[in-house]
């Protein structure tokens, strides 16, 4: 089935560690992009990248670091510097459009870290 | 910067139709309109999206005004696994660029 997958499901961590939140996708898209969930609130876009090797900085990238290798993977490094890292996160991916319009994201089901 | 305001919460008799409404005032004439929902915990489902004409699929019709200022997303007979928040988001279609999301809508849905 083609999807995007993220793991794991949830994650503890303790203060000061980096810990890297894994994201693969199957669906040959070329964008893919990290979010933040607190409780009770919206997503906000950590980075996003829109091609292999290139990715940008988004609403709240500070403390946090990304990479792309492969167009498959898009993981996340939750660093020691993000002052609040308990948090959902999700993942997403879409067609780089060359039609207009086609480019609803897919969403993975997300991973719950929590740092103690 | 979400562009989009939308209601906080609203409730829906199973049922009925759900009409959930969105504003984006400042939408550019190359912009879509999408609507995502999110059931707890989970990663937000894509629903559906439009430029300036109405859409309908089998999950839904989107209804856009014609100053494009608005719109609204109707589920015609709401059931209980409705019940989630919906985000209304205004993007532009052809470049790749980020979706921004707000805080949404949550709608329950009653029996």
């Known amino acids: 089935d083609g999807g995007i997958t993220q793991s794991p499901k949830y994650l503890f961590r303790k203060e000061g560690q980096n810990v890297t939140l894994s994201c693969e996708q199957n669906?040959?898209?070329?964008?893919m992009y990290w979010y933040r969930q607190d409780p009770g609130q919206g997503l906000r876009l950590i980075y996003y990248?829109?091609?292999?090797?290139?990715?940008q900085k988004g609403d709240i990238a500070e403390g946090y670091s990304v990479s792309r290798e492969k167009k498959e993977s898009f993981p996340l490094t939750v660093t020691s510097a993000q002052k609040n890292p308990t948090a959902f996160y999700l993942c997403?991916?879409?067609?780089?459009?060359?039609?207009?319009?086609?480019?609803?994201?897919?969403f993975g089901q997300g991973t719950r870290l929590t740092v103690v | 910067d979400a562009k989009t305001t939308q209601p906080t919460s609203m409730d829906c008799a199973e049922g009925r139709a759900a009409n959930l409404p969105c504003n984006h005032s400042?939408?550019?004439?190359?912009?879509?309109v999408y609507w995502y929902r999110q059931i707890h915990s989970q990663g937000p489902q894509y629903i559906i999206h439009?430029?300036?004409n109405n859409e309908t699929n089998e999950m839904a019709s989107l209804i856009i005004t014609e100053d494009r200022k608005s719109s609204t997303l109707i589920l015609p007979h709401a059931t209980l696994r409705d019940t989630a928040v919906y985000y209304c988001?205004?993007?532009?279609?052809?470049?790749?660029?980020?979706?921004?999301f707000g805080t949404g809508t949550s709608l329950t849905v009653i029996p």
């Open positions: 669906l040959n898209h070329d964008a």
């Open positions: 997403a991916s879409s067609i780089t459009p060359t039609i207009q319009g086609v480019t609803e994201a897919f």
């Open positions: 439009g430029l300036k």
């Open positions: 990248s829109q091609i292999v090797n290139d990715f």
């Open positions: 988001i205004v993007r532009i279609g052809n470049t790749g660029n980020q979706f921004y």
């Open positions: 400042t939408i550019s004439g190359n912009e879509y």
